[in-house]
């Protein structure tokens, strides 16, 4: 089951939940074993972990070494930034969607959450959002 690394950990938290998630309430972490409890969230067909940047160092699934390796090797393509490329991030969304199946508020919640993403990630050939 995934970590999910967020700027935003109380944002995509509240999505969750508002998806039918069980967050912070003492479920029973059969997975995520090492996940925060106030991380931590249940769905129907899974555990996720959420963490914040300040909180990156304590993941397990993701190094230290492999998130500043990230950081210091910009793709040659962008000079001194970083790029996702459109296609990535939609799957991610499409595979999340899925996997929830949301609804009536968690819907328009989980859709809020995509455009904040998309506002916060400089996608190359993405426009008009």
Same mark, same amino acid.
């Given at each position: ?62 190094? *230290?070494?492999? %998130? &500043? #390796? /990230?950081?210091?090797? +910009?793709?040659?393509?962008?000079? =001194? ?30 859709? *809020?959450?995509? %455009? &904040? #993403? /998309?506002?916060?990630? +400089?996608?190359?050939?993405?426009? =008009?959002?």
């Amino acid at each position: 089951m995934p970590e999910q690394l967020t700027k935003y950990p109380e944002v995509t938290i509240h999505v969750l939940r508002n998806a039918g998630a069980k967050c912070g309430e003492g479920s029973v972490q059969e997975i995520l074993t090492k996940c925060p409890a106030e991380s931590f969230c249940k769905l129907p067909r899974g555990e996720v972990c959420v963490y914040g940047l300040a909180d990156a160092s304590k993941m397990t699934q993701i190094s *230290t070494s492999e %998130l &500043l #390796a /990230l950081v210091a090797t +910009p793709p040659p393509s962008a000079p =001194g930034a970083f790029s996702i490329s459109p296609s990535s991030v939609l799957f991610s969304w499409v595979r999340l969607w899925v996997q929830l199946r949301p609804s009536g508020a968690a819907r328009r919640s989980l859709g *809020t959450l995509m %455009l &904040l #993403a /998309l506002r916060e990630c +400089p996608l190359s050939g993405v426009h =008009g959002y």
